[in-house]
């Protein structure tokens, strides 16, 4: 753990930017200023040295909320899933997931951030080997589960991590820019290895494939991360709080991933109960001696523009992800390692560019017009695919909104992580992170299932109507990519009115 979190000195606080120091576009950051004579800083290699570990753990909880897309028809003729048996799946692992993000971010803070962190590695890849073996859908629902909750562990305090390690605003740039593409490419790749492992070897190593990396990362982590000790548990743990939260994250996530396969009526008072809990655990931290969520922490302009914008944001790129694939299978007829193939010039693209100009160009132009530039990629890119039609080819019709999509995400995803972790406080890096990390998921799931519920429900209207199979799944495809256009040009919008910089 950076040797920056582990002092227990109240830190003072200065605003350093990004860029052009006067410039309105530079991406303001949180640098700490202690008030006491520092311990000698990590040597560089280090500190680089943890990012190769944070982004090993990463990379392995979002391969896995991907990984299985690809590879469900398997374990459905495998195991005997009927149709709704089958998304459990996959939101076995996102609710906890969902879940348990702020809950575990704050914990973070309080008992050490890479306690946290290698304890998630640990239950991560367990729960990854008890899905490989599984023979039973009971067994691989609930290995799934814990998944959840091991990736929320390891996800939820990566940021804060990150953020204290590379204090210095260009430095943290280039850190955000590495981390990002990982994760970005990650999602892709996911797709990709789901379709390779199932078609070349068995649906089981989708998840056998994480031994080796969750051992690997979890021996890194302990010999390369910093430790710290956290505040303590004594101070800051409000557990009536944290059970609200945590149950209506839970709720939230669940009524959402889940909102196809009931009806309206109870899928409105699932939302209405998560609401009550929401605002019960609003009141509880208002009273709170020590609360859980400090409400002060959306008071940041920053902070909670972010978020807001990243619901938006991911919630369009999921649904690509996942209606994307469809298309390709159910339309155009790929199969699983052709499908995951398609998919290959995204993270390819991702990385690249991430990594390749990501920092630099946040560093010239400033984190708000990277991500306008970014978003309006990703507008038209979504535009493109609107129009994807029956008897579509890949090369003209599929490439190339997806290359505007990856070209659009690899400048909007940085320069959005930046901006909102410029938004907390040191002492809450934490906890920030692991909001940033729930807004994913939530934008994640709110994606998938609205998308999704769109695409079905127009096909099944053509259907009625006599159209014949293909013609009318793709027409219902193009309905949910027109509508994740609209929601896109809505994260834009609310960027450019929200995420503006101030003048020094």
Same mark, same amino acid.
């Given at each position: 753990?950076p ?8 830190p003072?606080?200065?605003? /350093?930017t990004?860029g ?5 576009a530079a ?6 200023? @202690? ?14 040295a943890?990012?190769?570990?944070l /982004?090993?753990?990463t ?5 896995d909320?991907n990984?299985v897309?690809?590879? $469900?028809?398997a374990?459905?003729s495998?195991? *005997?899933?009927?149709?709704? !048996? ?7 692992y996102?609710? @906890?997931? *969902?879940g348990l ?7 973070g803070d309080?008992i050490?951030r890479?306690?946290?962190?290698? =304890?998630?590695l640990?239950v991560?890849? =367990?729960?990854s080997?008890?899905c #490989?073996?599984?023979?039973g859908q009971g067994?691989?629902?609930?290995a799934r ?7 929320? $562990? ?7 991590m990150?953020?204290a390690l +590379?204090?210095?605003?260009r430095?943290?740039? %280039?850190a955000?820019a590495?981390?990002?593409a990982?994760?970005?490419a990650g999602?892709? &790749?996911?797709t990709f290895?789901g379709?390779?492992?199932?078609e070349?070897l068995d ?9 080796p990396? *969750?051992i690997a990362a979890w021996?890194?982590a302990?010999r390369?991360?910093?430790?710290d000790?956290?505040a ?6 409000d ?6 939260v945590t ?11 889940g909102?196809?396969? %009931?009806d309206?009526?109870?899928t409105?008072?699932l939302t ?11 009141? %509880?931290?208002?009273?709170a001696?020590r @609360?859980?969520l400090? &409400?002060?922490l959306?008071?940041s302009r920053?902070?909670s !523009?972010?978020n807001?914008v ?7 790129m999921?649904?690509?992800?996942f209606? #994307? ?17 398609? +998919?290959?010039?995204?993270p ?6 991430m ?6 160009t946040v !560093?010239?132009f400033?984190a708000?017009?990277?991500l306008?530039? !970014? ?8 535009a493109? &695919?609107s ?7 890949y ?5 190339? @909104? ?9 400048a ?6 930046g901006?909102?972790?410029a #938004?907390?406080r =040191? ?14 998921v939530? #934008?994640?799931?709110?994606?998938l ?7 079905a429900?127009?096909?099944e209207?053509?259907?009625g109507?006599?159209t014949?199979l293909?013609?009318?799944?793709a ?6 990519? %027109?509508?994740a256009?609209?929601v ?11 995420l503006r910089e101030?003048?020094n």
């Amino acid at each position: 753990m950076p040797l920056s979190m582990v002092t227990h000195d109240v830190p003072r606080y200065k605003s /350093c930017t990004i860029g052009d120091p006067g410039g309105s576009a530079a991406m303001t950051a949180i640098v700490e200023t @202690p008030t006491h004579t520092p311990h000698p800083p990590q040597r560089t290699h280090s500190r680089w040295a943890s990012l190769v570990v944070l /982004c090993a753990g990463t990379l392995m909880t979002i391969l896995d909320g991907n990984i299985v897309t690809v590879a $469900m028809p398997a374990m459905q003729s495998d195991l *005997g899933f009927s149709g709704p !048996g089958l998304a459990w799946v996959v939101n076995a692992y996102l609710i @906890p997931f *969902g879940g348990l993000l702020l809950l575990v971010g704050r914990l973070g803070d309080l008992i050490g951030r890479k306690r946290t962190f290698t =304890a998630g590695l640990a239950v991560f890849t =367990a729960a990854s080997v008890l899905c #490989g073996v599984a023979t039973g859908q009971g067994v691989l629902i609930a290995a799934r589960a814990l998944q959840g909750v091991g990736g929320a $562990m390891t996800s939820a305090v990566v940021l804060g991590m990150l953020v204290a390690l +590379f204090p210095e605003p260009r430095e943290q740039a %280039r850190a955000i820019a590495v981390f990002s593409a990982v994760g970005a490419a990650g999602g892709a &790749l996911g797709t990709f290895l789901g379709g390779a492992l199932t078609e070349l070897l068995d649906w089981h190593w989708i998840f056998l494939i994480n031994l080796p990396i *969750g051992i690997a990362a979890w021996l890194m982590a302990m010999r390369v991360l910093e430790p710290d000790r956290g505040a303590g548990l004594g101070k800051g743990a409000d557990y009536p709080g944290a059970a609200l939260v945590t149950a209506a994250l839970m709720l939230t996530v669940y009524a959402i991933v889940g909102a196809g396969d %009931r009806d309206l009526t109870t899928t409105l008072l699932l939302t209405a109960l998560a609401l009550a809990l929401f605002a019960a655990f609003t009141l %509880r931290q208002a009273r709170a001696a020590r @609360p859980l969520l400090r &409400l002060r922490l959306f008071g940041s302009r920053l902070l909670s !523009g972010a978020n807001a914008v990243q619901i938006l944001m991911i919630a369009t790129m999921y649904g690509f992800q996942f209606i #994307g694939a469809l298309y390709l299978q159910r339309v155009l007829g790929y199969g699983e390692l052709l499908t995951g193939t398609a +998919f290959l010039p995204a993270p390819v693209a991702i990385g690249v560019l991430m990594l390749g100009l990501s920092a630099r160009t946040v !560093g010239r132009f400033g984190a708000y017009r990277v991500l306008l530039a !970014g978003l309006a990629l990703i507008v038209a890119g979504m535009a493109l &695919l609107s129009r994807a039609p029956v008897d579509g080819s890949y090369v003209t019709d599929v490439l190339p @909104p997806l290359l505007l999509l990856a070209t659009g995400f690899a400048a909007a995803m940085p320069a959005l992580t930046g901006l909102a972790m410029a #938004g907390a406080r =040191a002492e809450d890096a934490g906890l920030a992170s692991g909001l940033f990390n729930t807004t994913q998921v939530v #934008g994640g799931s709110l994606g998938l299932a609205a998308l999704s519920v769109l695409a079905a429900s127009r096909t099944e209207g053509l259907l009625g109507r006599g159209t014949e199979l293909v013609a009318a799944t793709a027409e219902g495809y193009q309905l949910a990519f %027109r509508v994740a256009t609209v929601v896109a040009v809505g994260a834009l919008v609310l960027a450019a009115a929200v995420l503006r910089e101030r003048q020094n």
